[in-house]
């Protein structure tokens, strides 16, 4: 089994950030399309994500957690 799983791997690995770049774009350009719509990379789920504006990811949580010094675990 580890062998198919090392040849799977390589197979979905080939050329990959190849083709992202070709239909992306840079990962620059990729990543100011998506701050500048973030609901666009969605896709199909956009639906579930009504209103998120003021809303905190749990990145933004840990950082607010670890610059006041509060100890814990952030659950998310």
Same mark, same amino acid.
């Given at each position: 089994?580890?062998?198919?799983?090392?040849?799977?791997?390589?197979?979905?690995?080939?050329?990959?950030?190849?083709?992202?770049?070709?239909?992306?774009?840079?990962?620059?350009?990729?990543?100011?399309?998506?701050? /500048?719509?973030?609901?666009?990379?969605?896709?199909?789920? #956009?639906?579930?994500?009504?209103? +998120? !504006?003021?809303?905190? /990811?749990?990145?933004?949580?840990?950082?607010?957690?670890? #610059?006041?010094?509060?100890?814990? +675990? !952030?659950?998310?």
């Amino acid at each position: 089994m580890e062998k198919t799983s090392a040849i799977n791997k390589t197979a979905w690995e080939y050329r990959a950030y190849e083709f992202w770049n070709q239909r992306d774009g840079s990962p620059a350009d990729k990543a100011k399309a998506i701050r /500048n719509d973030p609901k666009a990379s969605l896709k199909k789920h #956009q639906h579930l994500f009504k209103e +998120v !504006t003021g809303k905190k /990811n749990c990145q933004s949580l840990r950082i607010e957690r670890a #610059q006041s010094g509060s100890a814990g +675990v !952030t659950r998310c």
